[in-house]
């Protein structure tokens, strides 16, 4: 599996824009980029997920790098319930591969 | 719709008795999974399942089984515990190539 490099940890103050790196140099031409967030004492919870556009949805966007070895996640205006561990996951929709390869992830502090 | 629920909550076992972790879903998914996390790292697969009756090693089988006699529900087993086994565990379940939807985990201790 192609495998992701994020920062151990992140912080920052309430309402204000948040963005998550993501680093994935080796990255195949079928692999979708996907994030996952867990929150304290809670399983993890489907984000975002894209292949080359940027996408947007109601909880974050997801920019993605031309040449696709790198993304970022971001959070417009986080709250304090943005508080979480972010997982960027690299998973291949070609074949029959479904399964999610997690990291350790980027732990996000925001400061009220 | 409570999505996918795991049974129990949290369970205290002493070396070598076994038991075995319940995940229910109601979404009619076909693919289900099994996850162990331990502190300060990320999930990793332990079971998974692709249809009912059909069960497939993930990347830390050893000491674990699992049945999916059911399609909404999967079930892991520990035969004899050991201390390594302490964790948390989480199910999740999905459609083909869908979003994994993961249940509020299961705290074991392993003493």
């Known amino acids: 599996d192609a495998k992701t490099t994020q920062p151990n940890s992140m912080e920052s103050n309430e309402e204000e824009p948040v963005h998550l790196p993501c680093n994935h140099s080796?990255?195949?031409?079928?692999?979708?980029i996907h994030w996952y967030r867990q929150l304290p004492s809670q399983g993890p919870e489907y984000v975002i997920h894209g292949l080359t556009s940027n996408v947007n949805n109601r909880m974050a966007s997801l920019a993605i790098a031309e040449d696709r070895k790198s993304s970022t996640l971001i959070l417009h205006r986080a709250t304090l319930r943005d508080a979480a561990v972010y997982y960027c996951i690299l998973r291949d929709h070609g074949g029959s591969n479904y399964k999610l390869t997690f990291g350790k992830g980027t732990l996000l502090t925001v400061n009220p | 719709n409570a999505g996918v629920t795991q049974t129990p909550k949290f369970r205290v076992l002493k070396t070598g008795q076994s038991m075995t972790l319940l995940c229910a879903q109601d979404m009619n998914h076909e693919y289900m999974y099994w996850y162990r996390q331990d502190p300060g790292m990320g999930l990793r697969l332990i079971h998974y399942s692709v249809g009912e009756g059909t069960t497939a090693k993930g990347e830390v089988p050893d000491g674990y089984n699992v049945s999916r006699l059911k399609k909404q529900n999967f079930l892991l087993g520990l035969e004899s515990a050991a201390p390594s086994q302490t964790s948390v565990y989480f199910c999740?379940?999905?459609?083909?190539?869908?979003?994994?939807?993961f249940g509020p985990g299961t705290r074991l201790l392993v003493l």
């Open positions: 080796t990255i195949s031409g079928t692999d979708y």
């Open positions: 999740a379940s999905s459609g083909y190539q869908e979003t994994q939807y």
